[in-house]
């Protein structure tokens, strides 16, 4: 008697202790089955806003392209789709409104713009190409009349995802700064304006 009867005395309380510590640590550290859906490495070099590791489901997240005064490319969000379990998958906002599973990584390629159809007396400065991706270029017109905007700059923004290749597809979007100090997207034709 007497040793070993001590020592299992003071070990059973011991053993007790170890055993509930390793089911609160597996409670709080395993994540709870996903409500939502992580960051997407594979597109992690665009930038998310907002920025976090984890989404809430149909949480909308804007993806832009990593330069400086970065212009909105994409909205996608958290969605589920059954394979054959409910998984977490992103979908991304096309063009119509519509939302579209994401299948590739969505890209800020190709880095130029075309020229923009814009009305003859309309002119840029620099007048050069190619028109590089958040480049910004003064807005000139002819004779006395004036842009609507004192400089522009080119952007990519995505339409929607090809249904037969899956891939994304992208058009240019110019930009243009206001009288108040924001770029606001140009949605139709620039025009020169009297005095
Ligand atoms: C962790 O906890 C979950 C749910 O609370 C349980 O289903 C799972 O079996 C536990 N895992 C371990 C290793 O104890
Ligand atoms: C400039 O754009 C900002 C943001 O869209 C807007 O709040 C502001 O009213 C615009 N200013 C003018 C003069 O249009």
């Known amino acids: 008697m007497g040793l070993r009867w001590i020592f299992l005395t003071l070990l ?34 665009l930038l998310f806003s907002p920025e976090k590791k984890i989404y809430g489901l149909n949480e909308e997240v804007t993806l832009s392209c990593p330069v400086k005064d970065p212009l ?3 909205v996608i969000r958290c969605s589920k789709e059954m394979s054959p379990g409910w998984k977490s998958a992103w979908e991304v906002k096309n063009i119509e409104g519509a939302w579209q599973r994401v299948v590739v990584k969505l890209t800020c390629l190709p880095r130029k713009c075309q020229k923009p159809q814009w009305e003859g007396r309309v002119q840029l400065e620099p007048n050069k ?11 000139k017109c002819t004779g006395d009349l004036q842009p609507p905007f004192r400089k522009v700059k080119c952007a990519k ?10 891939e994304p597809v992208y058009g240019d979007a110019w930009w243009g700064w206001n009288s108040t100090g924001a770029w606001i997207h140009i949605e139709g034709p620039v025009e020169c304006i009297g005095k």
């Open 72 to 74: 909105p490319l994409a």
């Open 12 to 45: 059973t309380p011991l053993l007790a202790a170890q055993q509930q510590d390793s089911s609160d640590t597996n409670s709080s550290t395993v994540p709870q089955e996903t409500e939502g859906c992580q960051k997407p490495q594979r597109i992690s070099k």
């Open 129 to 139: 190409k190619p028109y590089k991706l958040n480049e910004e270029r003064t807005l």
């Open 157 to 166: 923004k995505f339409l929607r995802i090809n249904e037969r290749s899956g």
